[in-house]
């Protein structure tokens, strides 16, 4: 059974640039969340999506990160435009209710 | 805001030895705990959860929860070196899959 997979796994933007890091949830799983992982902040949430229905964006980061659910089975995170603080492990982790399922991550690095 | 409280930051124990951890919510409206273990430059996974008041224990992990306190601890007995990892501490509430996450005790165990 396929978990959750991310990609790519690793990116590099220059500052300013618009990135899209995409995320597939396992399959018939309803809920969808999108985090934000450094040292300093920890687990920190972007985006929560129930059945492609946008719950929560995640208040602070509404200017320049947008999260989409084209289908059941896609997710992107679109970062517009990066800045240097931006630099983090992008988490994505999906749940039928109750425990999540977390991916691989994408490691991003503004520069 | 809903916080929530880990401690301690960072924990070394000997192996063999027990590790206990702490984790407090400040939202008197959660109903469910849930202990994560990511080890380094890997994807959260869960290790316990608890949603009763009371104490569950899983092989070398038990988890401890005070409702009326908000309160759960994660004690890990007979420590391995393979139990180095950062715990998360993670609350929600019912009908609400949404998490908050702490940040997280890093545990070393030393041979």
């Known amino acids: 059974d396929a978990g959750v997979t991310q990609t790519p796994r690793h990116e590099v933007a220059e500052k300013g640039q618009t990135i899209i890091l995409k995320c597939e949830p396992v399959?018939?799983?309803?809920?969808l969340f999108w985090y934000r992982q450094t040292k300093i902040q920890g687990l920190e949430l972007l985006s929560y999506f129930r059945s492609k229905s946008l719950m929560e964006d995640g208040g602070a980061f509404k200017d320049r990160f947008k999260a989409e659910m084209l289908n059941s089975s896609f997710s992107t995170l679109k970062i517009q435009p990066t800045e240097p603080k931006d630099s983090a492990v992008y988490l994505c982790?999906?749940?039928?209710?109750?425990?999540?399922?977390f991916g691989p991550g994408t490691r991003l690095t503004v520069l | 805001q809903q916080k929530v409280q880990q401690s301690p930051e960072s924990l070394i124990v000997p192996e063999g030895g027990m590790a206990s951890l702490n984790c407090t919510s400040s939202?008197?409206?959660?109903?469910y705990f849930w202990w994560y273990r990511q080890h380094s430059g890997k994807s959260p996974k869960m290790l316990m959860?608890?949603?009763?008041?009371g104490e569950k224990e899983e092989g070398r992990f038990t988890v401890h929860l005070n409702k009326a306190s908000l309160h759960t601890s994660l004690h890990i007995r007979d420590s391995q070196p393979s139990d180095s990892a950062l715990y998360l501490c993670a609350a929600s509430m019912a009908g609400n899959y949404k998490y908050v996450f702490g940040a997280g005790t890093r545990l070393k165990v030393i041979a």
């Open positions: 939202d008197r409206n959660v109903d």
């Open positions: 959860s608890i949603f009763s008041n």
């Open positions: 399959s018939g799983h309803n809920d």
């Open positions: 982790a999906s749940s039928p209710g109750a425990e999540q399922f």
